[in-house]
């Protein structure tokens, strides 16, 4: 079969595109658009590639985005105590800020820390994830050393009518979610508006107990997102998406005066992260698709300090207002059957805005970018190339090259190379009392061989990569401030399987990491060398059911690798209930266990806590 049609082409950037079946159960049929910036089902992308579908956030029932993500391959966080705290993405070893998040294609992500805030993108608001591992700078630029995160919001399915949808639950710690959605439409005009609010009164985010410390850190969010589709003819089609979160976490730190004078006080964080974009798609030939995007997103912080000591009332928090405005155009040129060949433009502009001195305020960034994509039968091609041109670093260029071979049927083998860059962070470079202005853009090499197997019992697959990063920038916390050590060497292997037994879908991954500092050999802070995943579920009439078991090794939370932090391994479940066409009962069990762990320690107070044990129950009510 073709692999390249005008289907295909009519997806290219539509990030927005319709979710299909679960990936878990159906890959061959699953589409994804993230790997070529072009439409193609997993079993054609020669990138490794996990897919989260509506379906399966419904059957996890994942209490945030962390929860759903660290189920994929590759994925580790770490969490600064319960729900609401920073969170940090670990995409195959490499750093938080060397994975590139999208929602809907837009890039999203604070300026001034260079990673977003995980916390305010709820699963309930989202359709699909697609997670692609190894680095994509040469479609993406900066930011995607490690590989690129899309998240599809919710969107409408049907063609005619209206639909709406409510959702309630409440749980563990005072938790209480609401979620409000209605879709509508018809073959030319699609609209979806959602709606959500939930809160819980959390854990003590560490263990520090003196003073005003030794409570509970409570997490309150709204979120909604409205997303619009016209089809003006056969030829063109607009949309538009907007999305909006605000929250406030509390959490535990010692706040400071001036001449560093400590107060008592319990801060706590306001959040916005927003997210704006209209696209346009006109098929301008037959085998030619122009699409033109502008987009923004926000990322907006304050903190507020609420003093027990009166003398400290004069003493207010940072506020840290981002935007990132970023504006392409992509050509897709179909040709003949078996050739697709994709250029386009993008300009990226960061801008901040804060309390603080910041000697630069704002970068930007101006990026070509090409791409051939070849079926020759047995064996495929992709090679692809952009150049960034970047207002306080230069130019960049940077390649990728891949090829696949079908051999028989069942075996499929894949080799790669990537190259990505990564341009440092506004903290990084200038943050007061921290930053360091002669820190320069880090660069990576990745090498990767994959062996993807389809049998009557089943689909396995196996990758080993290689990825040498040059001038790694890393926090290390005896000099309280950026290294840019030599480099890094991060080394892995990824297994991962899925079968059916028994009428229960099992799928599981494993991840073996050896994630070094070149000049030292020590580990990279935070880095497990081993995890894994295992996951079942089954539907049977009415009822649904499904279990994980998540396991994340031993790591350091120094740079000297002095301070070990011990594995965990957490059991999560969750049961549904169809009580008629209308009504459906979900209950989600988190750590059933009441596992206690660590993940990372505070400077002063700590280790910062784990969540522990939680509960949700759920009613969704949808009327037909």
Request: charged share 20%; net charge negative.
């Amino acid at each position: 079969m073709n692999k390249f049609t005008l289907s295909a082409l009519s997806g290219a950037l539509s990030i927005a595109a319709s979710a299909t079946s679960a990936q878990s159960h159906s890959e061959m049929e699953t589409t994804i658009v993230t790997a070529t910036r072009t439409e193609q089902s997993i079993a054609d992308s020669l990138a490794p590639v996990t897919v989260f579908e509506r379906a399966d956030i419904e059957r996890i029932q994942p209490a945030d985005l962390q929860e759903l993500l660290s189920r994929a391959v590759g994925v580790s966080f770490v969490r600064n105590g319960g729900h609401g705290a920073n969170t940090s993405l670990f995409l195959r070893g490499n750093q938080s800020n060397h994975t590139l998040v999208l929602i809907d294609g837009v890039r999203i992500g604070s300026a001034t820390l260079g990673s977003p805030s995980l916390t305010n993108l709820p699963p309930e608001l989202i359709e699909r994830v697609e997670i692609v591992r190894g680095s994509r700078s040469s479609l993406y630029g900066s930011e995607a050393i490690g590989g690129v995160v899309n998240i599809i919001t919710r969107k409408y399915h049907d063609t005619d009518g209206v639909q709406p949808l409510l959702q309630l639950g409440i749980g563990t710690q005072g938790s209480s979610k609401a979620l409000a959605a209605i879709s509508g439409g018809n073959s030319q005009t699609q609209f979806n508006l959602s709606a959500l609010h939930e809160n819980t009164d959390g854990v003590d985010n560490t263990e520090g107990t003196s003073g005003v410390h030794g409570d509970k850190d409570a997490f309150e969010q709204t979120a909604f997102n409205l997303s619009l589709s016209h089809k003006i003819n056969d030829r063109a089609k607009v949309s538009a998406l907007y999305q909006n979160s605000t929250s406030e976490s509390d959490y535990d730190n010692n706040c400071y005066g001036t001449g560093f004078v400590k107060y008592s006080c319990s801060p706590y964080s306001d959040s916005e992260v927003s997210v704006a974009n209209i696209r346009g798609e006109f098929q301008l030939l037959k085998n030619w698709l122009l699409t033109l995007s502008a987009g923004e997103s926000k990322d907006q912080s304050q903190i507020d300090y609420h003093y027990v000591e009166a003398g400290a009332m004069g003493v207010s928090g940072d506020n840290f207002d981002t935007t990132r405005n970023i504006y392409s155009v992509q050509n897709d040129w179909l040709l003949g059957k078996n050739h697709v060949l994709t250029a386009g433009f993008e300009r990226l502009l960061d801008k901040v805005n804060s309390n603080l001195n910041y000697n630069e305020d704002s970068r930007a960034n101006k990026a070509v970018f090409a791409q051939w994509q070849a079926d020759f039968g047995i064996v495929d091609l992709t090679i692809g190339g952009r150049n960034d041109d970047n207002e306080q670093f230069g130019t960049y260029d940077t390649g990728n090259a891949s090829v696949g071979v079908q051999i028989g049927k069942p075996l499929k083998i894949i080799a790669s190379y990537g190259e990505g860059f990564n341009a440092p962070t506004f903290n990084d470079l200038y943050y007061p009392f921290y930053g360091v202005t002669t820190l320069k853009p880090e660069t990576s090499e990745n090498r990767e061989l994959e062996l993807r197997v389809n049998q009557a019992w089943g689909t396995w697959s196996a990758s080993y990569f290689n990825n040498d990063v040059d001038k790694l920038i890393q926090y290390n916390p005896a000099t309280f401030g950026p290294d840019q050590i030599k480099g890094a060497k991060i080394k892995g292997l990824e297994l991962s399987m899925a079968t059916s037994l028994y009428q229960w879908n099992i799928e599981a991954n494993a991840t073996l990491l050896d994630a070094t500092d070149t000049s030292t050999g020590k580990d990279l802070r935070r880095r497990a060398s081993k995890q894994f995943n295992i996951d079942a579920d089954r539907q049977w009439q009415q009822w649904g059911a499904s279990a994980s078991l998540r396991f994340v090794g031993k790591r350091y939370e120094d740079t000297a690798n002095n301070d070990e932090l011990g594995s965990y391994a957490l059991i999560d479940t969750a049961v549904s209930y169809r009580i008629n066409e209308q009504l459906k009962l979900n209950l989600a069990l988190k750590n059933i266990f009441d596992r206690e762990y660590v993940t990372a320690r505070s400077f002063s107070l700590g280790d910062y806590q784990a969540i522990g044990r939680e509960a949700m129950l759920s009613i969704t009510y949808t009327p037909k």
